[in-house]
């Protein structure tokens, strides 16, 4: 029995956050993570208040891929998130889905 439950398990566990740790790890390799976290705030706002913010805002997809992409402030308080160059418009697309759903 332990043989034949502990491969399935490990494979449950495995598959099922595969895809939202992917997009952290791309929030990793884009550096997103040195001024956010998700569940607190750090330089910039908590992805998980990012995602309360925004709850039920069909425009606010388009708004923060480019808020991402070019820059602002203005929204959490006094700092402002500078632009982020590195990530195209597909990245920053696929980031901001991965926060909204935090
Ligand atoms: C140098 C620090 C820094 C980095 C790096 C950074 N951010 Fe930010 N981010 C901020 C700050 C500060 C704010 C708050 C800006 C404001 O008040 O409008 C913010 C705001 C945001 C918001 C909310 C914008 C809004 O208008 O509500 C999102 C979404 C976001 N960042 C995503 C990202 C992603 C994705 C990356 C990586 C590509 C990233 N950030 C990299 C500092 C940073």
Redo the contacts with the bound molecule.
């Keep these: 029995m332990k043989r034949c439950v502990t491969p399935l398990l490990l494979a449950a566990c495995m598959l099922m956050p595969l895809v939202s740790m992917a997009d952290q790890a791309l929030?990793a390799a884009?550096?997103?993570l040195?001024?956010?976290n998700i569940d607190r705030k750090v330089?910039?706002?908590a992805y998980k208040d990012?995602a309360a913010?925004?709850r039920g805002d069909k425009t606010a997809t388009p708004?923060?891929v480019a808020?991402?992409r070019e820059g602002?402030?203005?929204?959490?308080?006094v700092?402002?998130?500078?632009s982020?160059p590195?990530?195209n418009e597909a990245e920053?697309t696929r980031?901001?889905t991965w926060?909204l759903s935090q």
Excluded: D, E, T
């Excluded at 602002?72 to 308080?77: A, E, K």
């Excluded at 700092?79 to 500078?82: D, E, G, I, Y």
């Design positions: 929030a884009k550096n997103c040195a001024c956010h330089v910039g706002p990012v913010k925004y708004r923060l808020k991402i602002g402030g203005g929204v959490w308080g700092v402002k998130m500078p982020n590195q990530v920053a980031l901001v926060i």
